[in-house]
């Protein structure tokens, strides 16, 4: 249970971070910082720990939001594939084999890519472009048509 509220907690604090640095008030917070840093050099002399001081913060923030941003991206990423993954299931004439592909190595994933190229050539020969079909349908669809076009 602790583990879940720590979990939460960072869920809330990360969302936040994150919406809050991609605003507008972060980017200028962000480039006043960069002026006044640039600004303050003839002060400084331009000197090494100067230079320092923004090579060590720039790099802090940098290492600091890659994390934020993944964990924001992967939450982003799961959710569109839940919903994608119900419009299939809605579907009747969609393929339940699509549903969790994401799990699918780089090579099957590129020979799905192959079936749905020859699904796209297939559809393009087809005159009704709101016509629906799918892996599994398609090659029986299009001998169906094929036969229909020879007796006319």
């Known amino acids: 249970m602790a583990k879940n509220k720590k979990a939460n907690r960072f869920e809330i604090i990360a969302n936040k971070i994150t919406c809050w640095t991609g605003s507008a008030t972060a980017f200028g917070l962000a480039a006043l910082t960069i002026i006044t840093w640039a600004v303050s050099g003839p ?34 990423s799961k959710a569109i594939q839940l919903k994608l993954n119900e419009l299939i299931a809605a579907s009747r004439f969609a393929s339940n084999r699509m549903v969790d592909i994401e799990d699918l190595s780089e090579e099957e994933l590129d020979l ?17 472009i709101h016509k629906s079909h799918s892996i599994d349908e398609a090659e029986k669809l299009e001998a169906e048509k094929q036969k229909i076009r020879q007796e006319k």
């Open 43 to 76: 002060f400084f002399h331009y000197s090494e720990t100067w230079q320092l001081v923004i090579n060590t913060g720039t790099t802090i923030v940098t290492f600091l939001m890659v994390f934020l941003i993944q964990k924001s991206q992967n939450k982003d």
């Open 112 to 128: 799905l890519h192959k079936y749905y190229e020859k699904l796209s050539d297939i559809a393009e020969k087809d005159d009704n």
